[in-house]
């Protein structure tokens, strides 16, 4: 979708990032942008946030976990990235900013060092992301963590559209 960035989180956005909200129902589903921003300061080297605009006005919020292979933290000096945070806001859901936001995130991980999947996770359940996800080509991994159900997308392997 034509129009849709991915933008740093800076003192002139920052304001919209944390007024942005999910829908009542999905409360339970992700953690508030300010959980988030609080995550990316104290895991700098790691942590990327930022802010989905559309037309330069903030609609929703992502952060990935990217632990490229020379970071101490990488499995067996293997990359492991992840998407740790999606949202879109209330307002702006169900016009096809998440898909084209995460159309732009797999892009951006699939130019990283030694990328070859995407991983995530959510909770399952009623209002759930489990079809979203499915649709870009996430598929269960059959792990659980902490409550959530682990999906993967290989690179070569996303949906098309």
């Not at 933290?73 to 949202?87: K, Q, V």
Request: glycine residues 14%; negative net charge; charged residues 20%.
């Amino acid at each position: 979708m034509e129009g849709v960035t991915l933008e740093q989180v800076t003192p002139g956005n920052l304001g919209a990032v944390l007024r942005l909200g999910v829908k009542m129902e999905q409360r339970r589903l992700v953690a508030e942008n300010a959980k988030s921003l609080a995550e990316a300061y104290v895991y700098p080297d790691r942590a990327w946030p930022r802010v989905i605009c559309v037309e330069g006005r903030p609609v929703g919020f992502v952060m990935l976990d990217l632990v490229g292979p020379d970071h101490p933290e990488a499995p067996d000096g293997r990359a492991s990235y992840f998407l740790w945070r999606l949202m879109i806001g209330a307002e702006h859901q169900g016009k096809g900013f998440g898909r084209a936001a995460m159309l732009a995130v797999i892009e951006h991980v699939r130019g990283l060092p030694d990328a070859r999947w995407l991983d995530t996770s959510y909770v399952p359940g009623v209002h759930g992301p489990a079809g979203f996800y499915a649709g870009l080509g996430f598929v269960p991994t059959g792990e659980v963590d902490d409550g959530e159900i682990v999906t993967r997308l290989r690179f070569g392997e996303i949906a098309s559209g």
